[in-house]
T-cell receptor
Framework: DAGVIQSPRHEVTEMGQEVTLRCKPISGHNSLFWYRQTMMRGLELLIYFNNNVPIDDSGMPEDRFSAKMPNASFSTLKIQPSEPRDSAVYFC??????????????FGPGTRLTVL | AQSVTQLDSQVPVFEEAPVELRCNYSSSVSVYLFWYVQYPNQGLQLLLKYLSGSTLVESINGFEAEFNKSQTSFHLRKPSVHISDTAEYFCAVGRTYKYIFGTGTRLKVLA
């Protein structure tokens, strides 16, 4: 398996622009997580999907952030409009519901977002 | 509520020396405990985990961690580090889907 795939790996944009981050979870995994990593706040859970349904979005910082999971193999995290304080590394992770690794989250390589 | 504390933000150590990275947690319920490693420009990778049973867990590359319930700790140790162990290490606690990650410890192995 190719692991969790994220695109783009790097994104530089200007304040006010819309940003869309993409994630393809590991095939067969039914849980998906979006995290944000910053020096100040560390790794924060933004939103958790189970079977494509958002279960917990309490970590989404504000209405500018939205996430969707239209099917089991694709998810997006959108920021509109973007602000400089959104600059961070955004990780997607997925997890299976059973088997030996059911409690292990597999992380993608991340998207480094810079908002100027 | 759960929390994780990694007391050391950076740990420099010479190659082939032993190392311990400290992790303390608090939780009102029983939790699973994890150590993740992050190499530069990469995502987090699971190093080892404690779910239940034996309190000493080991990874395939020589790391081990011991769950100490009375001290609420899950320290990571390696008897002899290699240059390739240079990375950031994160301790995490959780039970269901919500894992709380520590702020990370940057291990730098010196030649």
């Amino acid at each position: 398996d190719a692991g969790v795939i994220q695109s783009p790996r790097h994104e530089v944009t200007e304040m006010g622009q819309e940003v869309t981050l993409r994630c393809k979870p590991i095939s067969g995994h039914n849980s998906l997580f979006w995290y944000r990593q910053t020096m100040m706040r560390g790794l924060e859970l933004l939103i958790y999907f189970n079977n494509n349904v958002p279960i917990d979005d309490s970590g989404m910082p504000e209405d500018r952030f939205s996430a969707k999971m239209p099917n089991a193999s694709f998810s997006t995290l959108k920021i509109q409009p973007s602000e400089p304080r959104d600059s961070a590394v955004y990780f997607c992770a997925s997890r299976s519901s059973g088997g030996l690794t059911y409690n292990e989250q597999f992380f993608g390589p991340g998207t480094r977002l810079t908002v100027l | 509520a759960q929390s994780v504390t990694q007391l050391d933000s950076q740990v420099p150590v010479f190659e082939e020396a032993p190392v311990e990275l400290r992790c303390n947690y608090s939780s009102s319920v029983s939790v699973y405990l994890f150590w993740y490693v992050q190499y530069p420009n990469q995502g987090l990778q699971l190093l080892l985990k404690y779910l239940s049973g034996s309190t000493l867990v080991e990874s395939i590359n020589g790391f081990e961690a011991e769950f100490n319930k009375s001290q609420t700790s899950f320290h990571l140790r390696k008897p002899s580090v290699h240059i390739s162990d240079t990375a950031e290490y994160f301790c995490a606690v959780g039970r269901t889907y919500k894992y709380i990650f520590g702020t990370g410890t940057r291990l730098k192995v010196l030649a």
